[in-house]
């Protein structure tokens, strides 16, 4: 048997970070797939690494048994053109979805697509394993298919503990074309760079029972990986291929203060690796910086969100000004670069409250904050704004069962009824926080000019 595991092409104008970020999720199935299956051979395909017209020939010759293909809100119309070409090509592959995307809009998905046959959700080792092993899909934990009136229905995901599984498979990709981008981004000559991932979940998304409001990740629980064997992922990688960087993108670093002393207590001596990852403000004590910096951190992605404390409450966000404060006073005296970035748009956003959120980045970057990213809000699958902006009386019609949005036009209609100010105003004040040192704006809706045959 042959699974192809593919990367789509993104649809946006802008790449952000997957030509350098090599796709960790497929890796890891490919792993768990040799391990469990090895009579089944595993390929990798990142669309974005090749011209458009080869992603299509490359399949083809491939012609795999199961054609799994990850989603995101930026690639999934790409993701079912793909598929649609393929199924025309040969009707006996399957074609699975699986991603963040069709892990919450599989319903959606199945509904409109004939040409897709399953979704994963969530983790998508266990899935793949068993379709390979010719499980019955409605018998598979995590597979969303159809019944035999063609009904979408789920069999909820088993949640498995991380350390069941084996580390991604780096021999799956080409791991060199990442260090270039990586390199042409970051342009540091003397790093040998690789991605990691310790933990999956929000331990605040999991204790609030809702989270923040914009956060599209659905995670039913917070898992680790033993520190022991995130270290041996790093020295193994340091011992094949020389790495000396790691991004960690997990969602947060910090969610387990007792997590974070032991991998500091398991440090190499001669500890010779650097670290970037995330955090939230409420988690960033002295203790914490002291550990980041001395396992290695040189820098800590924040999501600040707003500077104005009505709107964090709106989003629960469990911070405030003053917390975003004293993360980045903390960072900075620890030796932390501070990458922080703001959503504009969330809900109750008024001039106001933008203009409340200017004067605190403004006061951040007087107090040690390096690097600020913006965005303007767009509610994605999975997240309660976008729960919030399809079951507006005016809008449930328009947008019911639907599985492709024009993002740009639903982030104005969520500012035309959530927020208290008009699109142009939050382009304004955009403008603005990107004519400041080191700042820049993270462009969500350019898209590519193309129609998806879908």
Not at 89 to 109: D, H, Q, R, T
Request: proline residues 5%.
């Amino acid at each position: 048997m042959k699974v192809l595991l593919l990367n789509p092409r993104s649809e946006r104008v802008k790449i952000l970070r997957t030509e350098y970020m090599p796709p960790l999720g497929l890796m890891a199935i490919g792993a768990h797939l040799k391990h469990k299956c090895p009579d089944v051979y595993v390929e990798i395909v990142n669309a974005e690494l090749i011209p458009e017209i080869e992603t299509i020939e490359l399949i083809e010759r491939s012609n795999p048994d199961i054609l799994g293909i990850t989603t995101t809100v930026g690639c999934y119309r790409s993701a079912l053109e793909i598929a649609k070409i393929i199924k025309i090509f040969n009707n006996n592959i399957i074609i699975v979805l699986g991603g963040p995307y069709a892990s919450v809009m599989w319903k959606e998905c199945l509904d409109n697509r004939s040409y897709i046959d399953y979704c994963v959700i969530g983790d998508g080792q266990y899935p793949m394993e068993q379709l390979c092993q010719k499980v019955s899909p409605n018998e598979i934990k995590g597979i969303a298919s159809r019944d035999l009136q063609g009904t979408p229905s789920i069999n909820e995901p088993v949640i498995i503990e991380l350390d069941n599984y084996p580390d991604p498979d780096w021999s799956l990709i080409d791991s060199q074309a990442y260090q270039e981008g990586y390199n042409k981004v970051y342009g540091n000559s003397d790093a040998i760079y690789a991605t990691i991932s310790s933990q999956s979940g929000c331990k605040w998304r999991i204790s609030t029972g809702m989270g923040c409001i914009f956060c599209g990740l659905v995670r039913p629980s917070y898992r680790t990986r033993s520190p022991e064997r995130v270290w041996t992922e790093i020295k193994n990688l340091n011992d094949t291929y020389g790495c000396n960087h790691f991004w960690e993108v997990s969602d947060t670093i910090c969610s387990s203060k007792e997590w974070l002393q032991e991998f500091h207590r398991l440090r190499p001596i001669n500890n010779d690796f650097y670290f970037r990852g995330y955090a939230r403000a409420s988690e960033i004590t002295e203790i914490m910086a002291n550990y980041l910096k001395e396992v290695g951190y040189n820098e800590i992605f924040i999501g600040i969100e707003s500077g104005d404390n009505n709107i964090l409450r709106n989003t629960n966000k469990g911070s405030s000004d003053i917390v975003n404060l004293r993360a980045t006073k903390i960072l900075h005296n620890a030796g932390i670069k501070t990458f922080a970035s703001l959503v504009l748009g969330l809900p109750g956003e008024s001039i106001k409250s933008l203009e409340t959120t200017y004067r605190h980045v403004i006061n951040l970057f007087e107090n040690g904050l390096n690097t600020l990213s913006v965005c303007i809000f767009a509610p994605y699958p999975g997240s309660r704004a976008f729960d919030m902006i399809k079951n507006r009386p005016e809008l449930s019609d328009k947008y019911y069962n639907q599985d492709t949005f024009d993002w740009p036009n639903f982030s104005k209609e969520w500012v035309q009824y959530f927020c208290e100010c008009s699109f142009q105003d939050i382009v304004n004040i955009s403008d603005k926080f990107n004519e400041l040192p080191n700042s820049f704006y993270e462009d969500n809706f350019s898209y590519i000019d193309k129609v998806y045959n879908i």
